[in-house]
Structure formats: C-alpha cells, structure tokens
C-alpha cells in the first residue's frame, strides 16, 4: 500500500486515512506497513543525482502557457511530443539570464521523442512517443512520473493495474525505468466507473464515497457485491464471499467497456 501525497499542498488532512479505514470495510487488506512518497523524498533525489550524471537532466525554464503556444505552432511540438524542446540546448548565458529574471527552472529528461511500446493485459499493443519530461518541479519537488516508477521497482511492484485514463503516462514511465535500470513491471488498464452522464465519476455526481453509500442505506458488503458484479464475478442478487471472491477471479475476463454507477 502507497500513499501518493507528492503534492503535499494539495492534501487534505485525513484524506488519506479515510482511504485506508474505506478499503479495511471493503474487506481488502494489503502487505507490510503503509508507504508515504512524501517521505521518500531523499530516494527521488538519488535517481534525479544519476539522471543528471548521466548526462540526461537539463533545466528548463518555460511556463505552461509558453509551452501549449509553442506546441499550438505550424509544426511545433508534433514531431517531437509534447514538449518542444525550447530550453534543450540553451547556452550557460541563456541559463543565467533566464535566472536572473527569477524564473526556477524545472528539470527534463532527455527523451528524443523516443517511441515506447508494450502489451497490455487488457488493451493489448499501445504506444507512444515519449517527450522531454519534467522529473523535478520547479518548486523543488520530484514529479510523479519519477516517483512512481522509483516506488514501484523499490516496493517490487511487477504488474500495475490501473484505469485507462492513465495509459497514455505508461511509455513515459517505461522510459524513466530503462534510464535508471530498473526492471519494468506489466501493465492493465481497465475500464473507469462512470456517472449516469457517461463522464468520469466525481463529486457532482453525488453518493460516491463510501460513507456517501452508507448514508443511502447501501452497507460495505452491498457495495462490494455491486462492485463484483459490475466485473461479472457475481450474479444479480448474489454476495459473494472475499474467497469467493478470489477464487472465481480471472483477469482475462475482465470487461473493456467503462462501467456505469447507478444512482
């Protein structure tokens, strides 16, 4: 279990711990104690130090408004990803000048718009090109892209599974893994939960947090069972066991179209 607060500006108090208590009611548990990247920082920092001696950090000092300009330009940012490579080769005179306007550089990997493949557990082949990606903010802090694939090779992580709105990060993280040497886990993206109106489930769409469930009369045990049968490990009407549960479940058999929450 991993608790991805990077962002430590953004959150919020308890949160975290709300979670964990939903996934103990769900009846899920997890291995070993509990990890915080937030407190794995000195980590990030040893893979950012051999990036850099590896000659593939450079600073860059766009905003993302210069950035979404430059890539909006006839024959921008197309070919090479989404990042155009403005700061790639500056001068130490750029560099300083850029820094005398008080402007904090964010740190990039040199990518070179490397395309990167692999199969998926679920959507099979996928792609992508991958861009010039920031690893270290500009506000000092390591970006997720750095972080998650340091976690995962330390924490032994062999396969992610995770929604398909964040396929199109996977290439980027392969990248980063095959610079620092570290072994690539699998992947499977499966279909998101959606509210009635077809978009990503959310706050506006209502009952969405447990206790939100619980408050409509909908006890842990239910949900799961809705949940089971959403996958099609669970009939109507039935509530299947945690072990029962675990027995009947087979990856392959997983849908590939997003699932619709009722209300």
Request: net charge negative; hydrophobic share 40%.
């Amino acid at each position: 279990m991993r608790i991805d607060d990077l962002d430590s500006a953004r959150v919020r108090p308890g949160v975290a711990e709300q979670q964990l208590a939903d996934l103990a009611a769900l009846g899920l548990d997890w291995d070993g104690p509990v990890v915080r990247q937030s407190e794995r920082r000195a980590l990030y920092g040893d893979a950012l130090a051999q990036l850099d001696a590896g000659g593939l950090l450079y600073p860059c000092y766009c905003t993302r408004a210069e950035i979404r300009e430059a890539a909006s330009a006839p024959h921008g940012a197309q070919a090479q990803g989404a990042y155009p490579g403005t700061c790639r080769e500056l001068t130490a005179a750029q560099r300083a000048e850029r820094e005398r306007a008080g402007r904090p550089p964010a740190l990039r990997l040199r990518a070179g718009a490397t395309l990167v493949a692999f199969t998926d557990r679920l959507l099979g082949h996928c792609e992508g090109v991958v861009d010039d990606l920031v690893v270290c903010r500009n506000d000092g802090a390591s970006a997720y892209n750095l972080a998650v694939v340091v976690d995962d090779a330390a924490q032994g992580v062999g396969e992610v599974v995770r929604g398909a709105d964040l396929v199109e990060t996977t290439p980027r993280q392969l990248h980063v893994a095959a610079c620092l040497d570290l072994p690539a886990p699998s992947y499977a993206h499966v279909p998101l939960v959606l509210g009635a109106d077809g978009t990503r489930l959310a706050k506006r769409h209502g009952a969405v947090t447990l206790a939100d469930r619980g408050a409509a009369g909908q006890s842990p045990d239910q949900l799961r069972a809705e949940l089971a049968r959403s996958v099609g490990l669970a009939a109507a009407g039935e509530a299947p066991t945690l072990d029962e549960l675990l027995d009947r479940f087979d990856p392959s058999s997983l849908p590939t179209e997003p699932m619709v929450l009722p209300t």
